[in-house]
């Protein structure tokens, strides 16, 4: 029960400061197109149904865009950003994320619609090396179809 209690305390206060941070980073809705036809790459073919579930969501992220996450094995998650405008995977996500059952109840990804901020809570894996890191909370600013740390705690 006491572990619930601190988990529960630490989620909300993520989220309460992570407000004050998305404001940062203003994204400006656009509204003013309809949704192009979704292009699945050659890269992504492999993901294809992913994406073709992904972009029948509403935007969700940054103005424009798409947010999306799959299991990639192993307990790792991964994913990209889709934006609506073209229809095209613009970016993958920063890094892959372990979200095996000892770490699945500390991994935490926060985003807005409305915002370039990127929030993601948990233990990164290396992409080259596929190493575990340490647990962090990592903040990412989306910028030119790119995503840059800003800081990691």
């Not at 004050?20 to 073919?45: M, Q």
């Not at 000892?102 to 990164?124: D, N, P, T």
């Amino acid at each position: 029960m006491k572990n619930l209690l601190i988990f529960i305390l630490f989620f909300f206060s993520i989220n309460i400061y992570a407000q004050d941070e998305f404001e940062k980073y203003p994204a400006p809705l656009v509204t003013d197109f309809k949704k192009n036809n979704l292009v699945v790459s050659k890269e992504n073919r492999s993901i294809k149904t992913i994406l073709i579930n992904a972009y029948k969501q509403p935007v969700n992220f940054s103005g424009k865009y798409i947010i999306f996450t799959y299991a990639c094995g192993g307990g790792c998650l991964y994913g990209g950003v889709i934006d609506t405008k073209s229809g095209k995977v613009v970016s993958q996500l920063p890094a892959m994320y372990d979200t095996s059952d000892s770490a699945e109840s500390e991994f935490e990804i926060v985003y807005k619609k409305s915002s370039r901020l990127l929030i993601i809570r948990g233990r990164r894996i290396d992409k080259d090396s596929f190493e575990l890191g340490a647990f962090s909370t990592d903040f990412y600013e989306f910028k030119n179809n790119n995503f840059y740390l800003i800081k990691s705690e």
